[in-house]
């Protein structure tokens, strides 16, 4: 058999990216400490995470710490409940909800500096030849393709926070 070529390892510690199980549910009295703990372990400088992904269970228990310091100013404007969230200089999106398939009690601290979508030229949205013509229609239809990979130039900078 053809031989596999070897991947790159990442026993180093200064290659791989955090991950912290901290083996309690998230809450409301912990939520902040565990989100400040991994933020500082990703930070470099002025170089910090800049968009945080989780589960709906760690975002409405994020979202529960901040709506007991909404303050409110006109009865018309009163709101319960935020559309966006950002902790600290980062964007936080939920990626749970209906049909979501985000990683339950997981939030994920991304530097999406260091992500590349990085497409294959022969594939990157072209059409390919020929076409197909459905019996049923007068249409003639082509299939557009792509494909590539999404890379990482810096998974010391990434983030993954359990709270199981």
């Known amino acids: 058999g053809m031989a596999m070529p070897s991947q790159p390892s990442r026993a180093n510690a200064w ?52 709506q007991a310091q909404q303050r409110y100013t006109s009865s018309k404007l009163a709101e319960v409940g935020f559309t966006a969230l950002k902790f600290k200089t980062a964007d936080y999106v939920m990626c749970g909800g209906i049909d979501g398939n985000a990683t339950a009690a997981t939030t994920f601290f991304l530097n999406t500096k260091y992500l590349h979508l990085r497409p294959f030229s022969g594939r990157n949205m072209v059409p390919l030849d020929g076409g197909q013509r459905p019996f049923n229609q007068d249409v003639t239809a082509k299939s557009i393709v792509w494909a590539g990979n999404l890379t990482c130039s810096g998974a010391k900078f990434q983030g993954r926070l359990l709270q199981s």
Request: charged residues 15%; aromatic residues 12%; hydrophobic residues 40%.
């Open 15 to 66: 290659w791989k990216s955090a991950i912290t199980d901290t083996n309690a549910a998230p809450s409301a009295t912990t939520i902040m400490s565990v989100f400040n703990t991994m933020w500082y372990s990703r930070v470099r400088g002025k170089d910090s995470p800049d968009l945080l992904l989780s589960d709906a269970t760690s975002f409405g228990v994020y979202e529960g710490v901040l």
